[in-house]
């Protein structure tokens, strides 16, 4: 007869928050397991007395049957001092140790839900706060690990006696849900009204009716407001752009389901697993033509007709499918802010903005309050992979693992699009999106959470490292940290960053040829870097090659100003031939027919174009420059495609969209021809010095980052080039190719650095 033993099992990943531990009550039950289970800092911990057979069964079903959720990283068994148990239960919660700890990020309802709050026989019929074991507000609603409802905003709730009983009920699918609640006892719906109130509607019914009559409303989800107005009401688009100060960007749109997205939009198979997924991303899609779209295109289509893309997302709370399944067609759903500033998550905040705009009809709101503002995450399918472009709602602050990472480092971050890490051994906590570092808000917010996130992780970063721009604030901040707590300070170039963070994605050894291309990073000789092929390998970086420098008039406002950087190359090729006399360090285009077309049609003569050249050629305000990003803004003006980006990127994503017409359509326009050469050009390019720098070098691997990257033509297009000639190329999936990834390469820079000096 087989000795029994007592074992301990300590499971690390996403195991809090996911229904795991009523998960293992109930397979030990299942099996006849006896022991306990509780949830330990930020691991699980099990404990079963059992034979050494019966217990690799009973972790292996664990493995092969965990919830949908959850993520196992790590598994460690110790054996223990034999312990006998009268059954099997789940034990109270301990803060434990100093291991790494894991929560799951906020998941979106599940499909058992949302059949019941759709059944009218189900006791949460129609309730806006339903969640089970596997879904609502997580990482939004946390005080501290471990994940418990009295370590949440839910302890605000107390729970019902029919709640009570489905929560200590094992066979229960509630069985230990912490965020449990229904009519009686959970959060409900409230609302801050500006004007009549129909008493005779419910709350969400009230939302549905404002919509339909154009206004726009506040409603808060798990993560923040949300502004809300009907696409397909001209009245109702324009306040809500007055009310953002958001003149052209367009807005993301929320569906009712699948098949509503799909009339509007191109679906594969990987966008329609991310549109379901539990982290309900905005999915950028490529949205039908207009004349596939004849049996349901509204009047007043055009906020849908503004890109060849459209931002589309599902709802994530059950609040959200009443209003939609209310309202019968799609919304603009879009953050509640000032373009530029944080999403607002407290009521207090959320009133006054109200009492400022009364273009805003009504705040829709509850109690249960959201500890930290989380953006909703934005995603594309690139090379039938999925690709981050705004890492938040769903996915933070769930960690990714680096091969090899000892210590702990703060890594703070771009100045744009700001992300920042802290680092644990092998797991970067990558924080939710922040955006641009340009208000004090914004500022304030960034610091907040740098506290929350070492305080929730149990952090105290050994290193900072930050980027090398001696005027971002992140650099300031940064140099502060490290001094007020006596830490050594690293600081990493932007373009050897970008690179970085591919090479910590995929733990790619030897080394890397980096194609590193986008609008601004402070090079290493004081001039601005854009378009950078660089070689890296560890902790290590040279410059192989970047885009000849072009005198570019400086200042904030020429990063906005695209005309300025069409007078800037216009110019170069004037006084000297931008394309003759190319070093081999250096790439450049032949923009003649570019140039011609600008001449020939004046797109630049309404700026003041004289003025402007005169500053370049006396060298007023001038900077050299190697940004991609700023040649892309260049051509999309010289062939008055854009001369303007009132949004980041603009140009470019105008640029992109005419090639696209252009191959569709070929010939049926110069300009866009003209935009298709240009891109033609850049991949020819990228091909060509990668070429010569693995003949010269020998390294094969290709790291493609930065924020031009996401032109989906220059993307796959230089990726099917580079594996046509066997090349191994690597790009960013989990965090952004933008600068949204930054804080990840910086990391990798850092425990590289390390591991080498260790090692030395």
Known sequence: MAKFRTERIRLWGIVQGVGFRPFVAKVAERLGMKGEVANIGGLVEIIVTDTPKRIDNFINEIEKSKPLPSEIVHIARDEMETRDFAGFSIRESGYGEDEPAMIPADLAICPDCLHEMRDENNRRFGHPFISCMVCGPRYTIIDRIPYDRDNTSMID??????????YENISDRRYHAQTISCHDCGPQMDFRLNGDHNAEKTEIEKAAALLKEGRVIAFKNMGGYNLIANPFNIGAVRDLRAVKRRETKPFAVMFRDIGEIKKYCHVNEVEEKLLTSSARPIVLLERRSISELEDVRPRNYDEFEKSR????????????????DLFKGPLIVTSANLSGMPIIKDEKEMFEMLDREPLIAEAFFNERKIRVSVDDSVVRVIDDNPQMIRRSKGYAPVPLYVEGGTGSILAA????????ALTKGPFAYVSQYFGDMDTVETRNLYEENVERLKGLFRIEPDTVVCDMHPLYYTTSFAEKYAEEHGLPLIKVQH???HVASVMAEHNIEGPVIGVSFDGTGYGEDGSIWGGEFLLCEGSRMERMCHLKYVGMIGGDESMKEAWKSGVSYMTAYEQNGYDVEIADDEVAFDLSEIIEYATLFGTLEEHDYEVAQKAIENNVNVIQSSSMGRLFDAVAAMLGICDYNSYEGQAAILLEDAAARAINEPGESEA????LDFHVQVVEAIIDKCLQIREKTGANNVALTGGTFQNKIIMEETLERLRALSFEPYYNISVSPNDGGIALGQAYIAMKRKEEENDD
Not at 413 to 420: I, Y
């Open 157 to 166: 709730f107390e729970m019902c006696p029919s709640c009570r009983e489905e």
């Open 309 to 324: 893309f459209i931002g589309a997302f599902l709802p994530s709370m059950g609040a959200q499918y009443i209003m939609m």
């Open 413 to 420: 971050g771009p100045q744009l699009k700001n992300s920042f």
């Open 495 to 497: 373009h050897h960053a």
């Open 672 to 675: 866009d021809d003209l935009a």
